[in-house]
């Protein structure tokens, strides 16, 4: 008897299990969203929510290195390249300048000025020259501390290096690179799985400590960063795949918001988001050996949020000192703001404290230029946010987008998830859902 009570509480385990994952995740996370956001009103200070979303963030940050590492060996190792890779890099980079004109242009449409009262104490770069300089030590970083540290930049440097290395390699070699690849993506679809859960726990954080209060004291400047980053998002990006397609974009465009940027939203790290958009690529039917390397390539360089963020607060410190700015040195802003959003994973401090850089390109002191980092970190429970949504879901979109881009040379349609070989005007119709 004792037996057959047992039998029937695991059968409705597994049913339950069964009826939960069939929902699809996307509404899951809402779900979560929700219920996290009316404890953290109701219920502030309870640890054991609090955990969830630091356990979530601290599962796919460690799963990360490791997932890009043997990703981008056993791509390289198998490499059949098909041109992809150059458009991606190319797409990031012309999405991260657009993202600074952007800024600029807001900046001069809505100029801002900003209170600065207390200095903050940090470590910034004095120049580009150091920014630089700190990319290329990361490149030759001891690979196992580059691991443990997750230095992306040296992961994918000596991932590349023992990558094209093992393409003499025998191809039973090749294939156990290949098996610890499968396994560790599989583990990372386990950890996605409990996002729901660790979604609930993040915004039950945000919601409990931060309050709303952070969210009007600086609401024009949030305005004009998140305005810009919306902008990118649903119209300059979307025009930069059309044209790279001629296709509508905005399927392919909304899936990867969704699917991508509301975890990066909540998590705030493109490195944790990695495991998220490779899950992503797989499900769009994208090439494995391509992603593999342009997913963890784009968490390092196409910083599109980040150039908006170092262009429009720069631009608010000079309008707060009464600097003029000329068309000739806004041009250079953008372009300073995007090769410096690039460098931004190399600096501790991300892209906020690389605004005194910015602001050295009209003469602002140190001391000026830490008062707007600091306001930067005010509003860091948004403006991080959004700047992580953006940069983490276009990693996908541009990935896609080349990818598409050589398919329809090759005379194939596709939809989110596979593709279709063109030849049915009907099916043709529907190539994207």
């Known amino acids: 008897m004792e037996s057959d009570f047992e039998e029937t509480g695991v059968s409705f385990v597994k049913e339950l299990f069964r009826k939960w994952n069939d929902i699809s995740l996307i509404k899951r996370i809402v779900v979560g969203l929700v219920i996290g956001a009316i404890l953290g009103v109701f219920f502030p200070n309870v640890e054991l929510l609090t955990l969830l979303g630091s356990l979530f963030v601290s ?28 458009t991606v890099v190319v797409l990031y980079a ?56 997750a230095n992306y930049v040296g992961i994918l440097a000596w991932a590349a290096v023992l990558g094209i290395a093992l393409r003499i390699a025998s191809e039973s070699t090749k294939g156990v690179f290949t098996s610890i690849s499968d396994a560790v993506s599989q583990v990372v679809r386990w950890v996605i799985s409990f996002a729901p859960f660790g979604i609930l726990g993040l915004v039950y954080t945000s919601v409990s400590t931060s309050g709303l209060e952070i969210f009007t004291e600086y609401g024009q400047l949030l305005l004009v960063l998140v305005g810009c980053m919306i902008f990118i998002a649903l119209v300059a990006n979307p025009l930069i795949v059309f044209l790279s397609i001629r296709k509508n974009p905005y ?30 690529c797989r499900k769009l039917g994208l090439d494995k050996d391509n992603y593999s390397v342009s997913i963890p390539l784009g968490a390092t360089i196409n910083m599109a949020g980040a150039a908006v963020t170092i262009a429009v607060m720069t ?19 953008c372009v300073l703001a995007a090769v410096s959003a690039c460098g931004a994973s190399g600096v501790a401090g991300g892209s ?12 602002i002191g140190n001391d000026i230029a830490m008062q707007v980092v600091a306001i930067g970190f005010i509003i860091g429970v948004i403006q991080d946010s ?28 596709y939809k989110a998830g596979a593709f279709i070989e063109k030849s049915d005007p009907a099916e043709e119709a529907k190539a994207f859902d």
């Open 59 to 86: 599962a796919l940050k460690a799963v990360a290195p490791i997932l890009v590492f043997f990703l981008v060996i056993s791509a390289l190792a198998n490499a059949r390249s098909d041109g992809s890779m150059k």
């Open 94 to 149: 012309i999405s991260t300048l657009v993202a600074a004109l952007v800024a600029v242009a807001a900046s001069f449409l809505f100029p801002l000025t900003l209170t600065l009262t207390d200095a903050v104490e940090q470590a910034s770069p004095s120049g580009i020259g150091e920014v630089l300089t700190t990319v290329i030590m990361n490149v030759v970083d001891n690979p196992v501390n580059a691991l443990v540290n």
């Open 251 to 280: 399927p392919l465009v909304l899936r990867c918001l969704k699917d991508s940027g509301i975890t990066a939203f909540f998590t705030r790290s493109s490195a944790a988001n990695i495991p998220v958009n490779m899950e992503l």
């Open 315 to 333: 631009m608010a410190a000079a309008n707060t000192l009464g600097i003029a700015v000329d068309l000739p040195t806004a041009v250079i802003l």
């Open 352 to 363: 906020l404290l690389l605004i005194p850089l910015a602001c050295s390109l009209f003469g």
């Open 386 to 413: 959004c700047e992580t949504g953006l940069n983490s879901s276009s990693d996908v979109l541009f990935t896609a987008t080349a990818e598409y881009r050589t398919w329809n040379k090759e005379g194939r349609s």
